[in-house]
């Protein structure tokens, strides 16, 4: 079986979350909404996706579940890949120091 990737998932590490007020909801006749801004590598604008919920509690629940689970992977990734890389950096500070 052979799968193409149309679209990439959305990168966990890349994005955030604009929650639209009241008054620019008032003035955009989007209640209930929220905007999921994504950032490439370099911090550049890729993406901006509009949702809109049915009631200011569903939008609340849907936010705080992304937010959670955003944090869950930026922790995940500080304490296994970005930790292995700055043990890799001590490691070899102290090899080129102890060579000298």
């Known amino acids: 079986m052979r799968l193409v990737v149309h679209k990439q998932p959305l990168s966990l590490d890349r994005f955030f979350i604009h929650e ?3 008054q620019e909801s008032l003035a955009s006749k989007l209640d209930h909404t929220f905007v999921i801004i994504i950032l490439n590598r370099f911090q550049q604008i890729t993406n901006i996706h509009t949702f809109q919920a049915n009631t ?3 939008k609340l629940n849907w936010t705080t579940k992304i937010r959670e689970t955003q944090e869950r992977w930026k922790h995940t990734l500080r304490n296994t890949v970005f930790r292995t890389q700055k ?4 490691r070899s500070g102290v090899r080129n120091s102890s060579e000298c």
């Open 56 to 58: 200011d509690v569903t």
């Open 87 to 90: 043990l890799n950096q001590a």
């Open 20 to 22: 639209v007020t009241s």
